[in-house]
């Protein structure tokens, strides 16, 4: 009986998930967002395809490394949900208190709910914002479409990573059309990328929101100026939700690029306004309120990763320096910091695969952007240019200074990369790389 039932429930979900893999094929064989001028949906069928493989891969790899499975970051937030979507059936009120955050802090929902879930408070809550209850509030309404199938919250997460991929691709339309397939591969299947934005994580859906500020902004003047400026608005809190630093790294960029609607020309003298304007901001908040000091926050997160990682004696933990949380400090790390952002991983007799994998993409990445900046074409788009280095040189930075763990910096470059290769796809010379890379005997002559 038992076996006939296991048998029944392992047939439903098997046919749901390939009832949603269908159907999100068929949406992308039919959805404006991936018609590109030059490049078949061929080639976004076989990007998703590979998310939905990549996604059973990191179920496999997180049940077989992971023994204790609430440490799992895959699944930690798809199991406690799980109470949070009973909460539904026991008490809609109570379920709509959970899912908004309103009048649900007392002891009662402690004790029914909150103590039932092992990540609702996180390890080391900061004063920002716990973005571990948005990812279990987005899993419970999940379940009301998967029916608890932890692979069909796989297969939405990677698929609304895919629309953000590819949302930043066409908000950069004029590389997609000038480089086609290899626009493709760059931006959506760098392996990192792949892998990272493909899992129940938060990543996805942070490349879905970066994807939907990016494309917003820089279509602000084809339409309606203010319901652009209100959609933009809605994607930067998301951010802000997901991961706040990231919409740290994306501020300058954002606000260089709404001036340049109104002030035409001065690139430099706008991104460089724009950094110094967020970082006074961010010295004088910190003077108001000091549980939002910068430098604090900074290096409070970087102890906190430290501390945690040698509670939890996390092998890839490569530098022991706890700082103060004073700008002093967090200025003279910074070099050592974003260098260590570039090159972390670097190979040891401790590594694995996957951290010897990653060290590889990192030299390609960075021989990649030299190749492209040594053969670069005349003319390129600098305001394009500017948008997307300072978001990079400041992401690269912040997680640099926050995250002395080597794994986990692979997987916090996630939103960076896609945008690094676009920066080398804007300042490349087509013809010249070309020349140089293929072989003469592969190359077609005209």
């Given at each position: 009986?038992?076996?006939?039932?296991?048998?029944l429930?392992?047939?439903?979900?098997?046919?749901?998930?390939?009832?949603?893999?269908?159907?999100?094929?068929?949406?992308i064989q039919?959805?404006?967002?991936?018609?590109?001028?030059?490049?078949?949906?061929?080639?976004?069928?076989?990007?998703?395809?590979?998310?939905?493989?990549?996604?059973?891969?990191?179920?496999?790899?997180?049940?077989?490394?992971?023994?204790?499975?609430?440490?799992?970051?895959?699944?930690?937030?798809?199991?406690?949900?799980?109470?949070?979507?009973?909460?539904?059936?026991?008490?809609?009120?109570?379920f709509?208190?959970?899912?908004?955050?309103i009048?649900?802090?007392?002891?009662?929902?402690?004790?029914?709910?909150?103590?039932?879930?092992?990540?609702?408070y996180?390890?080391?809550d900061?004063?920002?914002?716990?973005?571990?209850?948005?990812?279990?509030r987005?899993?419970?309404?999940?379940r009301?479409?998967?029916?608890?199938?932890?692979?069909?919250?796989?297969?939405?997460?990677g698929?609304?990573?895919?629309?953000?991929?590819?949302?930043?691709?066409?908000?950069?339309r004029?590389?997609?059309?000038?480089?086609?397939?290899?626009?493709?591969?760059?931006?959506?299947?760098?392996?990192t990328?792949l892998?990272?934005?493909?899992?129940?994580?938060?990543?996805?859906?942070?490349?879905?929101?970066?994807?939907?500020?990016?494309?917003?902004?820089?279509?602000?003047?084809k339409?309606?100026?203010?319901?652009?400026?209100?959609v933009?608005?809605?994607?930067?809190?998301?951010i802000?939700?997901?991961?706040?630093?990231?919409?740290?790294?994306?501020?300058?960029?954002?606000?260089?690029q709404?001036?340049?609607?109104?002030?035409?020309?001065?690139?430099?003298?706008?991104?460089?306004?724009?950094?110094?304007?967020c970082?006074?901001?961010?010295?004088?908040?910190?003077?108001?309120?000091?549980?939002?000091?910068?430098?604090?926050?900074?290096?409070?997160?970087?102890?906190?990763?430290?501390?945690?990682a040698?509670?939890?004696?996390?092998k890839?933990?490569?530098?022991?320096?706890?700082?103060?949380?004073?700008?002093?400090?967090?200025?003279?790390?910074?070099?050592e910091?974003?260098?260590?952002?570039l090159?972390?991983?670097?190979?040891?007799?401790e590594?694995?695969?996957?951290?010897?994998?990653?060290f590889?993409e990192?030299?390609?990445?960075?021989?990649?952007?030299?190749?492209?900046?040594?053969?670069?074409?005349?003319?390129?788009?600098?305001?394009?240019?500017?948008?997307?280095?300072?978001?990079?040189v400041?992401?690269?930075l912040?997680?640099?200074?926050?995250?002395?763990?080597?794994?986990?910096?692979?997987r916090?470059?996630?939103?960076?990369?896609?945008?690094?290769?676009?920066?080398?796809?804007?300042?490349?010379?087509?013809?010249?790389?070309r020349?140089?890379?293929?072989?003469?005997?592969?190359?077609?002559?005209?």
């Amino acid at each position: 009986m038992c076996a006939s039932l296991l048998y029944l429930i392992m047939t439903f979900e098997y046919g749901l998930i390939a009832i949603y893999i269908t159907g999100l094929l068929i949406l992308i064989q039919k959805w404006s967002l991936f018609n590109f001028e030059g490049i078949s949906r061929n080639w976004f069928h076989f990007a998703f395809i590979l998310k939905v493989m990549t996604g059973f891969f990191l179920y496999w790899l997180y049940s077989t490394q992971y023994p204790i499975r609430s440490e799992a970051d895959i699944f930690k937030y798809f199991d406690d949900s799980e109470v949070l979507y009973h909460a539904f059936f026991e008490s809609k009120q109570h379920f709509f208190q959970l899912l908004f955050g309103i009048d649900c802090d007392g002891q009662y929902f402690r004790e029914s709910y909150f103590d039932n879930m092992i990540n609702w408070y996180k390890t080391y809550d900061g004063h920002i914002f716990n973005n571990n209850r948005t990812m279990i509030r987005i899993n419970a309404v999940m379940r009301f479409i998967s029916f608890g199938s932890y692979h069909i919250h796989s297969i939405l997460f990677g698929f609304s990573g895919l629309i953000g991929l590819t949302l930043i691709l066409k908000a950069f339309r004029n590389v997609a059309q000038e480089y086609k397939g290899i626009s493709i591969l760059l931006v959506l299947l760098l392996p990192t990328t792949l892998l990272w934005s493909s899992g129940n994580l938060k990543e996805p859906l942070l490349m879905l929101f970066l994807g939907g500020a990016i494309w917003n902004l820089k279509n602000l003047g084809k339409s309606n100026i203010w319901l652009r400026l209100i959609v933009l608005c809605f994607f930067l809190l998301m951010i802000f939700i997901t991961k706040y630093y990231v919409l740290l790294a994306l501020l300058p960029a954002v606000i260089a690029q709404l001036c340049g609607h109104w002030i035409k020309g001065y690139i430099q003298i706008r991104y460089f306004s724009a950094m110094l304007l967020c970082a006074a901001t961010g010295i004088l908040i910190g003077f108001i309120n000091v549980d939002w000091h910068v430098a604090g926050l900074i290096g409070g997160k970087r102890n906190d990763m430290i501390r945690h990682a040698q509670q939890t004696n996390a092998k890839s933990l490569f530098d022991h320096e706890i700082v103060e949380r004073e700008w002093k400090d967090i200025v003279i790390l910074a070099p050592e910091a974003f260098w260590d952002a570039l090159i972390q991983p670097v190979p040891s007799r401790e590594s694995n695969t996957l951290q010897i994998l990653a060290f590889t993409e990192n030299i390609f990445v960075l021989l990649f952007i030299i190749v492209c900046a040594i053969f670069s074409r005349a003319g390129p788009n600098k305001e394009a240019i500017w948008f997307v280095s300072s978001y990079v040189v400041l992401l690269y930075l912040i997680i640099g200074l926050t995250t002395p763990i080597a794994g986990a910096l692979v997987r916090y470059k996630t939103p960076a990369l896609p945008l690094i290769m676009i920066l080398g796809l804007l300042i490349a010379n087509k013809a010249k790389v070309r020349k140089v890379v293929v072989p003469g005997f592969l190359r077609k002559e005209k």
